[in-house]
C-alpha cells in the first residue's frame, strides 16, 4: 500500500508496453514461464486466498482441472469456510497448509506458482499486491478493487513484478462469448452496424445473508480485517467502503462485454437508482440501478442500457447487442441466447452452411385465418449458436490462468482489461449519487 510512490515513477510507456505484452501474449508469459517454480513438469502449486460462496465454486471447478497441486488455503473464518475447504481438500488428496492470516501464509509458503484470490472486494488490492510481491502470479475475483486507487495500485504492481494478474470476468473465457465475438461479429459481421445494446441482471428478493451461530467469528477477528458486525461480514457487498452494491457486483461482468464487444470504452454515463426498498442502514448501496451509457465506436454511437434489479427476477441476465443487420442475445446462463436476422439483411444461409448458425427452427403457425398484425408477421426467427458450454463457467478463466503461468496460452482478462471495467462500472455510482450526466475522460482509463 505504501509504495505508490514508487508506483508513481513507473512510466507510462513502459506501463504501454507490459499492457501490449500481456495482449500479445507471448513475452509476458514466456517470462512467467521462466519463473515458475515447479520445473519438470506442468503441475502447478496454488493457494487459496477466501474461499467463501466464491472461493468454493473455483475449488470445486480447479479439482476438476489436472496438473494442480494445492499447497495452502487461507481464510479468516477459521471454524466455518477454512476448515470446509481443508477438509475438502485433503479429501481429495491435497496436502494443504491452512492459515488465518494472508501474511503468515506468504512467510511460510516459498513455492506457490499462482494465488486464487476471492476475499471481499476491499481485500482485493492488499492481498494481489503482497502476493505480486511475493512472486506469485494471481487470479483476483472480480471487481478488482472497490476503488479506482485501489485498482491502479494493483495494475502497478503486475507492471512492477511483472508476474501475471487475471481478473475474474470469467465471460471473458468463456467459448460462447469468445465464438459471438470473434466470429459473429467481427468475422461474419452479422449485426451490421451496432446502435443500441440493452443488458440486465435481475434477481429475485433475497434475505440477508446468515451463520451458523455457533462458528460465528470472534469480534476481535472480525474488527482487526475491518468488519464491524457478523452480519456486515457475511453481507459485505451491500456496504459502501467494503463492496460496490449490484451495479459492481453483478453489472461489472456485463459491462465489461459491452466494452470488449463494441470495442471501446464509453464516453458518458447517466444512471438512475437508489436504496429503494431494503433498509438503508443494511443496505447502503444502491438496490435499483439503470444506466445509460453512450459508446463512440467504429460502428458509430452506440447506446447502451443496463440495469440490475435486486427485487424482481424477471428475465434474469442476459445482453442484447442490436445492429441493423441483425441481433445477438446472450447470457452466461448457457440455456439462453440466440442470433436473430433483420428481415431486410441479406440471408444468413451462408453462415449456416459454414457451421457459424445452427438452422432456426421452423415455427409450425396454425392458420387460424386471423389476419396477423405487421410487427409479428415481421418477427425473425432465432439461430442458435453451435457452440455450447458444457462445463462449469469458472473452468475455462482458471484453465486459461494456469495455462498462461505455464506459456502456453495468453491472458483472456489482464489487469488492463480489469482496470478499465472497474473505472466503467465504478463510475455508475457516482452518477446515481451525483444524478447527472459523467463524462469518462480517455485518460482515466489509463495508469
Ligand atoms: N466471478 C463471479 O462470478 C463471482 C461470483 C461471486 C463472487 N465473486 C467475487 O468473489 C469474491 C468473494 O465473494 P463471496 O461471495 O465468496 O464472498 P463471501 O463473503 O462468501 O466469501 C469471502 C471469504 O473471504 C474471507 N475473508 C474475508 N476477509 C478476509 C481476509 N482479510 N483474509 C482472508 N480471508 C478473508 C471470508 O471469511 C469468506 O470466507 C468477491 O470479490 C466477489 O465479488 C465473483
Known amino acids: 500500500m505504501n509504495d505508490q510512490k514508487k508506483d508513481s515513477a513507473i512510466p507510462r510507456r513502459q506501463f504501454i508496453k507490459y499492457s501490449a505484452a500481456t495482449g500479445a501474449g507471448l513475452i509476458l508469459s514466456s517470462q512467467a514461464l521462466a519463473q515458475t517454480k515447479s520445473t519438470n513438469s506442468d503441475d502447478l502449486n496454488i493457494a487459496l486466498l477466501g474461499v467463501g460462496a466464491e472461493g468454493q465454486v473455483l475449488l470445486n471447478d480447479m479439482l476438476k482441472i489436472p496438473g494442480i497441486r494445492f499447497r495452502a488455503v487461507c481464510d479468516i473464518w477459521k471454524k466455518w469456510n477454512l476448515r470446509r475447504a481443508s477438509r475438502l481438500l485433503k479429501k481429495y488428496g491435497h496436502d494443504v497448509n491452512s492459515y488465518i492470516d494472508y501474511r503468515d501464509m506468504l512467510a511460510h509458503e516459498k513455492d506457490l506458482d499462482g494465488i486464487i484470490i476471492a476475499t471481499p472486494d476491499f481485500w482485493h488490492s492488499e492481498h494481489t499486491i503482497a502476493c505480486l510481491e511475493a512472486g506469485i502470479n494471481v487470479y483476483c475475483e472480480k471487481e478488482m478493487s472497490n476503488t479506482i486507487e485501489g485498482a491502479k495500485r494493483m495494475v502497478r504492481a503486475a507492471v512492477r513484478t511483472g508476474k501475471l494478474l487475471q481478473i475474474g470476468h470469467q465471460r471473458r473465457s468463456n467459448p460462447r462469448y469468445r465464438f459471438s465475438y470473434n466470429k459473429l461479429i467481427k468475422e461474419a459481421d452479422l449485426l451490421g452496424r451496432i446502435t443500441t445494446t440493452n443488458g440486465q441482471w435481475n434477481r429475485a428478493v433475497q434475505p440477508d445473508l446468515g451463520w451458523p451461530k455457533k462458528y460465528a467469528v470472534e469480534p476481535s477477528v472480525l474488527s482487526k480485517y475491518g468488519f464491524k458486525s457478523m452480519h456486515q461480514f457475511r453481507n459485505w457487498r451491500w456496504y459502501k467502503g467494503l463492496g460496490g452494491g449490484p ?58 442500457y443496463y440495469q440490475t434489479l435486486t ?137
Open 247 to 304: 451495479i459492481v457486483d453483478l453489472g461489472s461482468h456485463q459491462i465489461d462485454i459491452y466494452n470488449w464487444f463494441l470495442e471501446t470504452n464509453p464516453k458518458t454515463v447517466m444512471a438512475s437508482g437508489g436504496t429503494d426498498y431494503y433498509p438503508p442502514k443494511t443496505h447502503q448501496w444502491y438496490d435499483t440501478v439503470m444506466v445509460l451509457f453512450e459508446y463512440d465506436t467504429k460502428y458509430g454511437k452506440v447506446r447502451a
Open 311 to 447: 427485487t424482481n427476477s424477471n428475465e434474469g441476465y442476459f445482453e442484447t447487442f442490436m445492429g441493423d443487420q441483425g441481433t445477438l442475445n446472450i447470457s452466461e446462463s448457457a440455456s439462453r441466447g440466440g442470433v436473430y436476422r433483420e428481415p431486410s439483411a441479406p440471408s444468413w444461409d451462408k453462415w449456416v452452411d459454414m457451421g457459424y448458425l445452427l438452422a432456426p427452427k421452423e415455427e409450425k403457425k396454425e392458420d387460424t385465418g386471423v389476419i396477423l398484425d405487421v410487427r409479428e408477421t415481421l418477427a425473425p426467427p432465432a439461430h442458435e449458436l453451435p457452440v455450447k458450454m458444457n462445463v462449469p463457467y469458472h473452468l475455462p478463466h482458471l484453465e486459461n490462468f494456469f495455462n498462461a503461468i505455464r506459456g502456453k496460452e495468453k491472458l483472456n482478462c489482464p489487469y488492463n482489461i480489469g482496470y478499465e471495467t472497474a473505472v466503467t462500472v465504478l463510475k455508475v455510482n457516482e452518477a446515481v449519487e451525483k444524478g447527472t450526466r459523467l463524462n469518462y475522460r480517455p485518460d482515466e482509463f489509463e495508469i
